[in-house]
């Protein structure tokens, strides 16, 4: 088996009848990767991700409060740049698919131990299939059309698309997708539009970003649905600066 960080042993079994059991869950074709981020979870902060992937994004968006949203203009500074937040305890970072040097970006990144690196600001299959030959760990978008998205959950990445409506978030339900980025989060109404859309979305977990502040994000991390906020203010200056804010940043989890 495997052991918790309570030291507790998960074990697993076969049964002829039922099939596969993980700490008793028995695994099936629907809910196999409920049941791996159940034992995933249960392993505590310290579980080593695995080298292609985090088991789903729900892991990824509770490793750090914020998540950095990053625009690499230059390749030469992406690797002290995810050194500095990983140091200051932001270790999921997100590179925008804004610069031609977002590719070499996430590949540079990789290497910074620790560090969790995933694709934003992809909008087209092509990317899709770019950002995935450059070892991203996960992928967010700024809103879920059909065919990208059915691309995407059919891979097995974690994703994190975005929405901003009722309609947006039924199309992500459809996919099976049930954790999104609400973007963008000022200009689309703020905290009290995601209160009104959360509520008929009771299963729903969100990533607020767009206009997200050092100031204004402690309010949105208040509202239980929200695991985690997007912000690029963790990003300028020095890099000791930029770990000085990751780690305030950081410790907004409370």
């Not at 490793?63 to 932001?90: F, N, Q």
């Not at 070892?135 to 059309?145: D, H, K, N, Q, R």
Request: glycine share 12%.
């Amino acid at each position: 088996g495997v052991r918790r960080h309570d030291g507790r042993q998960i074990p697993w079994d076969y049964d002829s009848d039922i099939g596969f059991l993980i700490d008793g869950d028995a695994i099936t074709l629907s809910n196999w990767r409920t049941v791996i981020a159940k034992v995933v979870a249960s392993l505590g902060p310290t579980f080593a991700m695995t080298d292609t992937h985090p088991a789903d994004i729900a892991t990824i968006m509770r490793t750090s409060a914020v998540i950095p949203v990053l625009v690499i203009d230059d390749v030469a500074t992406a690797r002290p740049l995810a050194e500095a937040l990983v140091a200051g305890g932001l270790r999921v970072l997100e590179v925008t698919m804004r610069t031609p040097a977002a590719i070499e970006a996430i590949a540079e990144m990789k290497k910074v131990p620790g560090a969790i690196v995933g694709a934003g600001t992809v909008v087209s299959s092509e990317q899709f299939r770019q950002v995935m030959d450059a070892g991203s760990e996960f992928i967010v978008s700024p809103g879920l059309s059909q065919k990208l998205g059915e691309q995407i959950v059919e891979s097995g990445v974690p994703f994190l698309p975005g929405v901003a409506s009722a309609g947006d978030i039924m199309r992500g339900l459809d996919m099976g997708l049930t954790h999104f980025k609400f973007f963008p989060a000022e200009t689309s109404g703020g905290l009290p539009a995601l209160k009104a859309l959360a509520a008929p979305f009771y299963q729903c977990s969100f990533c607020p970003t767009g206009g997200i502040t050092e100031a204004s994000a402690p309010t949105w991390l208040g509202f239980k649905p929200v695991l985690c906020v997007g912000g690029s203010w963790v990003t300028g200056g020095t890099m000791a600066e930029v770990e000085a804010k990751a780690a305030r940043a950081a410790a907004l989890r409370g």
